[in-house]
């Protein structure tokens, strides 16, 4: 059974940084594509990033591309986002996602999904 927690949550100012990690078990992480989405209160879930199984792909929302860098350790099995230059709209709830047949990052939030972490709670304010 795959498990994904996600880690790396906190209140920062705005142009602050924080680096999100999604550790995976049950799965070898190689295998599996993971996406980050976010969820703010009131709004849909956001697909922001992903990173393709094979780790020839990597994708990024308009709203984050520039200021997030998503890479994976599979050696720790392990995906990490770093987000930088941090606003007041990227507060949000952010999860992972694990999707073993999207080899090229083209999953949405309504596709099929091996499993969802519990979220990680960024928040963004002076």
């Known amino acids: 059974q795959v498990q994904l927690v996600e880690s790396g949550g906190g209140l920062v100012q705005p142009g602050g940084s924080l680096r999100l990690s999604c550790v995976a078990s049950?799965?070898?992480?190689?295998?599996?594509?993971i996406h980050w989405f976010r969820q703010a209160p009131g709004q849909e879930r956001e697909g922001i990033s992903c990173?393709?199984?094979?780790?020839?792909?990597?994708r990024y929302a308009t709203s984050v591309a520039g200021r997030f860098t998503i890479s994976r350790d599979n050696a720790k099995n392990t995906v990490y986002l770093q987000m930088s230059n941090l606003k007041p709209e990227d507060t949000a709830t952010y999860y992972c996602a694990a999707n073993h047949l999207d080899d090229f990052c083209q999953a949405n939030r309504t596709s099929h999904w091996d499993a969802w972490g519990q979220g990680t709670q960024v928040t963004v304010s002076s």
């Open positions: 049950g799965v070898t992480l190689s295998s599996t594509t």
């Open positions: 990173s393709s199984s094979n780790s020839i792909f990597t």
